[in-house]
């Protein structure tokens, strides 16, 4: 069964360092996200992707971050300048449109910062 | 807005004994509910969705869910715990019923299975 893969599992970084998230959505999905968990919080959203370009964004998505889809397969979260409190499980997730609203998700990036 | 409460953070049972973990939601308009589960160090698994079909829905893994709109609730439910059960459980709502819409998890509850 197709699946969501996201690379790499755990990223230790320094504060005020750059890190890329890399997310393969499945295949023939059009509808891309990135959610965020902070240890002991809830699951958080962050932004949807659609037709190259983002569809919407939560108020913890700032300049800080970004996103892309830099080929056909790939789907990057990129944190500019980590601080701190960017700690968190990172989880990536895509859906169908052709098949309602259900979001498959990855099994997600825990992120440190030190 | 919409919001979903999980009303306990932690449940324990015995494996055996049945399963209750209770969701509300909050919607402006009628809404789909899921609920997902995420295994320790895994990602999060879709167990079942309520899309306005049935008001009672059958999931993976023995579970279920009944959509009850008097009392804003999907609360998830098993006849009978397993030890592999155990793992943290999300009532998650869709903050609009369109196509790319995100979703609005709750705090999420842990689910302990007791031999």
């Known amino acids: 069964e197709p699946e969501v893969t996201q690379t790499p599992s755990h990223q230790v970084t320094q504060m005020g360092q750059e890190v890329i998230l890399r997310c393969v959505p499945i295949s023939n999905h059009l509808y891309f996200y990135w959610y965020r968990q902070i240890l002991g919080q809830k699951v958080e959203f962050l932004v949807s992707f659609y037709n190259n370009e983002i569809s919407e964004k939560s108020e913890i998505f700032d300049d800080q971050f970004s996103v892309e889809r830099p080929d056909g397969s790939n789907f990057t979260l990129k944190i500019r300048s980590t601080k701190l409190e960017d700690s968190a499980m990172y989880f990536c997730?895509?859906?169908?449109?052709?098949?309602?609203?259900?979001?498959?998700f990855g099994p997600g990036t825990r992120l440190t910062v030190l | 807005a919409q919001s979903v409460t999980q009303l306990d953070s932690h449940v324990s049972v015995s494996e055996g004994t049945p399963v209750l973990l209770r969701c509300n939601y909050s919607?402006?308009?009628?809404?789909?509910l899921f609920w997902y589960v995420q295994h320790p160090n895994k990602g999060l698994q879709l167990l079942l969705k309520y899309t306005s079909a049935a008001t009672l829905v059958k999931g993976i893994n023995g579970f279920e869910a009944e959509f009850k709109k008097s009392e804003t609730s999907f609360h998830l439910t098993k006849p009978s715990a397993h030890m592999s059960d155990a793992a943290e459980y999300f009532c998650v709502v869709t903050l609009r019923n369109s196509g790319n819409t995100p979703l609005v998890f709750g705090k999420g509850t842990r689910l302990s299975v007791i031999a």
């Open positions: 997730a895509s859906s169908d449109p052709n098949r309602g609203i259900e979001q498959f």
């Open positions: 919607s402006s308009y009628s809404p789909s």
